[in-house]
């Protein structure tokens, strides 16, 4: 049999950018149906969307495309997290929106990269480490950290310690997703320094269980201190891939 024709070049992008606007359910599997070197470029490119929704979808898609990536060929896996790790760096000239965010997805989907490349994750928090001092960025580096605690808590055990400055952010996006992943990084030692937050009513967007909705801080607080209590189900505190696009 011969290989199934794909769109290429120009079209291709348009496509994907079409699906990853789209958003519906199963537009990842039409994604994982092209060969993942020719969506990666275009996937890189949507990153940079100025719409919350197609980022994040975005972000998504690329999480999956190098898990299948990695199951392949892991070198081309972490050639994309280089990528991704030059256009943090200063000296590549770019700003690195959605870079760490696409990070910490995926490594939430292969264990075995999420093995080498976590404690680079960490390091953008790390006042001591690749600390991003761009303060746009820093929320996307937080929630990374955030989404590695749920689904491998091991690799990134102490990290909290690094979150914890951030809860003093003038910035609700910043203090809101550092409640989010302290949820999942922290214990209930912490119960202490989230309680206040519980009356903070400004807004943020976050992205948790593949929707992207707009909160309180003081709902975060809420939902963070019952989840460090323990009065979650067992299944929340469990990561691994979340699969659901939108």
Request: charge should be positive; proline fraction near 5%.
């Amino acid at each position: 049999m011969g290989r199934r024709e794909y769109p290429r070049g120009r079209a291709l992008k348009k496509e994907i950018e079409r699906l990853m606007r789209r958003g519906e359910e199963g537009d990842i599997g039409k994604i994982l149906s092209y060969p993942p070197r020719a969506v990666i470029n275009p996937l890189f490119g949507l990153l940079l969307s100025t719409d919350p929704s197609v980022r994040w979808h975005t972000i998504v898609a690329m999480g999956e495309v190098v898990r299948q990536l990695a199951e392949e060929d892991m070198e081309s896996a972490r050639v994309i997290l280089r990528r991704l790790m030059w256009q943090l760096n200063d000296e590549s000239g770019g700003i690195g929106w959605g870079c760490p965010e696409a990070m910490g997805e995926i490594l939430a989907r292969n264990r075995k990269l999420a093995e080498e490349f976590a404690p680079i994750v960490v390091s953008y928090v790390r006042e001591d480490g690749n600390f991003l001092e761009y303060e746009a960025l820093q929320p996307g580096a937080i929630w990374a950290v955030g989404r590695l605690a749920q689904a491998w808590p091991d690799l990134v055990k102490g990290a909290g310690v690094y979150i914890l400055p951030f809860l003093s952010s003038r910035a609700p996006q910043t203090r809101g997703v550092a409640i989010w992943a302290l949820s999942y990084l922290g214990d209930r030692d912490l119960v202490t320094r989230l309680r206040p937050f519980v009356q903070d009513s400004s807004e943020l967007e976050i992205y948790r269980g593949g929707v992207l909705s707009r909160v309180t801080v003081g709902q975060l607080a809420k939902e963070a201190l019952s989840h460090l209590s323990g009065n979650r189900a067992s299944s929340s505190r469990k990561g691994g891939p979340d699969k659901t696009i939108a």
